[in-house]
């Protein structure tokens, strides 16, 4: 049996995007600059695809960019509001358990004489309001906060942030939301968020293709220049199969999206009452309820190692991680469970599963009888 619980770092396309998306290329190949019918075609093929990717949020198609990735739309979000704005303050405010692709990019700022600040987070990844409030003065021009981390699972107060920051006209707002677009509802409008992320292979699209939603008013400097494609934000011809199946994955997504993610907070709570009935020593490092998004869960098995956890599982067909897929290969402890004041045998013993639509409760019962042996057999051997 194979069971993927790594959704968190990719999913499975779903067959109609991955027949989409080969459509494209070997059938309408246009390209969206051309001026004859087959690059009219792909253009109202990007046109489509943006309609599918606002239609949730709630905003207009004509504040959708397309990326290259989710790491790209942060990027882009971050260097283009820090550059537009630089004359009318040097703050942003940003969290210690952001993804990389915003933490290195703050980084990089701060070496350019932004000021950046990073906020701190109780021992389930929350981020601390008062903190945050206590942050914003006049210098602050950005405030980055993730809406769901992806390696605890913990959903941020962004309408709450939003709030604060309609207090300073100056001040705008960014959230990274790949690990909860398609799958948590998201309302920009109301959450008064400026700047939202997104990417496809993270709600059974194809990888290498993001976006990000830019508020209409929202001036950011273009992150790549050329030939001024995606009204001028993101040169280079257009990823058209990309595009094309992240705009079918976001309606597939979209379709059912609460009673889906009722069924998947379903199979995380077996999961979940599996481990703590059947397994001692274990840290649950996730919210238990709603305060988690329903398709993460961290745990960490006292006494064990979770990178060999996660290849003792691996060789029962049982595909987990021990966090971010994009920060594995570095040397060095989680930067989230570190903020999150994890002992370093906690660290070393965490794994994260992560779900979808497509695992079911026969999965997650063989996970689970595999799960206690190898920690079991792991424990065992380290304790000789």
Same mark, same amino acid.
């Given at each position: 049996?194979?069971v993927?619980?790594? &959704?968190?770092?990719?999913?499975?396309?779903?067959?109609?995007?991955?027949?989409?998306?080969?459509?494209?290329?070997?059938?309408?190949y246009?390209?969206?600059?051309?001026?004859?019918r087959?690059?009219?075609?792909?253009?109202?093929?990007?046109k489509?695809?943006?309609?599918?990717?606002?239609?949730?949020?709630?905003?207009?198609?004509?504040?959708?960019v397309?990326?290259?990735?989710?790491?790209?739309?942060?990027?882009?979000a971050?260097?283009?509001?820090a550059?537009?704005? %630089?004359?009318?303050?040097?703050?942003?405010?940003?969290?210690?358990?952001?993804?990389?692709?915003?933490?290195?990019?703050?980084?990089?700022?701060?070496?350019?004489?932004?000021?950046?600040?990073?906020?701190?987070?109780?021992?389930?990844g929350?981020?601390?309001?008062?903190?945050?409030?206590?942050?914003?003065?006049? @210098?602050?021009?950005?405030?980055?906060?993730?809406?769901?981390?992806?390696?605890?699972?913990?959903?941020?107060?962004?309408?709450?942030?939003?709030?604060?920051?309609? %207090?300073?006209?100056?001040?705008?707002?960014?959230?990274?939301?790949?690990?909860?677009?398609?799958?948590?509802?998201?309302?920009?409008q109301?959450f008064?968020?400026?700047?939202?992320?997104?990417?496809?292979?993270?709600?059974?699209?194809?990888?290498?293709?993001?976006?990000?939603?830019?508020?209409?008013?929202?001036?950011?400097?273009?992150?790549?220049?050329?030939?001024?494609?995606?009204?001028?934000m993101r040169?280079?011809?257009?990823?058209?199969?990309?595009?094309?199946?992240?705009?079918?994955?976001?309606?597939?997504?979209s379709?059912?999206?609460?009673?889906?993610?009722?069924?998947?907070?379903?199979?995380?709570?077996?999961?979940?009452?599996?481990?703590? &009935?059947?397994?001692?020593?274990?840290?649950?490092n996730?919210?238990?309820?709603?305060?988690?998004?329903?398709?993460?869960?961290?745990?960490?098995?006292?006494?064990?190692?979770?990178?060999v956890?996660? @290849?003792?599982?691996?060789?029962?067909?049982?595909?987990?991680?021990?966090?971010?897929?994009?920060?594995?290969?570095?040397?060095?402890?989680?930067?989230?469970?570190k903020?999150?004041?994890?002992?370093?045998?906690q660290?070393?013993?965490?794994?994260?599963?992560?779900?979808?639509?497509?695992?079911?409760?026969?999965?997650?019962?063989?996970?689970?009888?595999?799960?206690?042996?190898?920690?079991?057999?792991?424990?065992?051997?380290?304790?000789?």
């Amino acid at each position: 049996m194979i069971v993927y619980l790594d &959704n968190s770092a990719t999913t499975k396309p779903y067959a109609h995007v991955t027949q989409e998306v080969a459509r494209v290329m070997t059938e309408d190949y246009g390209n969206p600059s051309s001026l004859h019918r087959m690059g009219i075609d792909a253009e109202k093929m990007i046109k489509n695809a943006k309609r599918s990717l606002a239609l949730p949020l709630g905003v207009s198609p004509e504040e959708i960019v397309f990326t290259g990735s989710g790491t790209e739309a942060d990027n882009m979000a971050i260097f283009g509001l820090a550059n537009a704005q %630089k004359r009318r303050g040097n703050k942003i405010i940003t969290s210690k358990i952001e993804h990389p692709a915003v933490l290195e990019a703050c980084k990089r700022l701060s070496t350019m004489g932004f000021d950046v600040v990073y906020i701190g987070v109780n021992s389930f990844g929350l981020v601390n309001l008062d903190e945050l409030a206590s942050e914003i003065d006049h @210098h602050t021009i950005l405030i980055s906060i993730m809406h769901v981390n992806n390696e605890l699972g913990t959903i941020q107060p962004i309408e709450d942030i939003g709030k604060l920051k309609r %207090k300073h006209d100056t001040i705008f707002f960014h959230s990274d939301a790949v690990q909860s677009y398609g799958k948590l509802s998201l309302d920009p409008q109301k959450f008064g968020i400026d700047l939202l992320s997104m990417s496809a292979h993270k709600i059974h699209g194809p990888k290498g293709i993001g976006a990000l939603y830019i508020k209409k008013g929202t001036r950011i400097d273009p992150f790549v220049v050329g030939g001024g494609q995606e009204l001028g934000m993101r040169s280079g011809t257009e990823n058209v199969p990309g595009i094309s199946g992240f705009g079918l994955a976001a309606q597939l997504a979209s379709n059912g999206q609460s009673t889906k993610m009722k069924e998947i907070r379903k199979l995380r709570s077996y999961l979940l009452d599996g481990i703590k &009935n059947d397994i001692k020593d274990c840290r649950i490092n996730s919210y238990e309820s709603s305060g988690s998004s329903p398709a993460i869960l961290n745990v960490s098995f006292e006494g064990t190692r979770g990178e060999v956890l996660l @290849h003792m599982l691996e060789q029962s067909g049982i595909f987990v991680s021990t966090g971010s897929a994009c920060s594995s290969k570095k040397k060095g402890q989680s930067h989230v469970l570190k903020a999150a004041g994890l002992s370093d045998k906690q660290i070393e013993g965490a794994i994260r599963f992560s779900f979808s639509e497509m695992n079911t409760p026969t999965e997650i019962e063989y996970t689970l009888e595999q799960l206690k042996r190898s920690v079991s057999n792991m424990r065992r051997v380290l304790s000789r």
